[in-house]
C-alpha cells in the first residue's frame, strides 16, 4: 500500500477544499503546518525536508506526497484522487 501524507498550511483555502476532499479517506495522513514558514517548528521542517516537499511548500500548498511522488497543487490532488477511488 502506498503511503500517503498530505502537507498543507493553516488559513489556507485551497488546503482546506482539499482536506474535504480527503475527509472520507482513511489511506492519507494530514498534516498542517504554519502558514508562516517562520513559525514552524524545528519538527515541522525536518518533516518537510525529509519529504522533499520544503521547497514547493514555500511557494504553493498542498502537496500530496505518494511514497516519494508529489502531487502539487489542490487541482492536480483532485485528479489524482479521481483517478484512484
Same mark, same amino acid.
Given at each position: 500500500?502506498?503511503?500517503?501524507?498530505?502537507?498543507?498550511? #493553516? %488559513?489556507?483555502i485551497k488546503?482546506?477544499?482539499?482536506?474535504?476532499?480527503?475527509?472520507? *479517506?482513511?489511506?492519507? &495522513?494530514?498534516?498542517?503546518?504554519?502558514?508562516?514558514?517562520? &513559525?514552524?517548528?524545528? &519538527?515541522?521542517? #525536518?518533516?518537510? $525536508?525529509?519529504?522533499?516537499?520544503?521547497?514547493?511548500?514555500? $511557494?504553493?500548498?498542498? =502537496?500530496?506526497?505518494? !511514497?516519494? &511522488? $508529489? +502531487? =502539487?497543487?489542490?487541482?492536480?490532488? *483532485?485528479?489524482?484522487?479521481? !483517478? %484512484? +477511488?
Amino acid at each position: 500500500m502506498i503511503k500517503a501524507i498530505l502537507f498543507s498550511l #493553516e %488559513n489556507c483555502i485551497k488546503c482546506n477544499q482539499t482536506k474535504e476532499l480527503l475527509s472520507d *479517506r482513511d489511506d492519507v &495522513e494530514i498534516v498542517t503546518f504554519p502558514h508562516s514558514i517562520n &513559525e514552524w517548528s524545528n &519538527e515541522n521542517l #525536518e518533516l518537510a $525536508k525529509s519529504h522533499d516537499v520544503f521547497d514547493e511548500l514555500q $511557494k504553493t500548498a498542498p =502537496v500530496l506526497w505518494l !511514497d516519494g &511522488e $508529489k +502531487k =502539487v497543487g489542490y487541482l492536480r490532488i *483532485r485528479k489524482w484522487l479521481q !483517478d %484512484n +477511488k
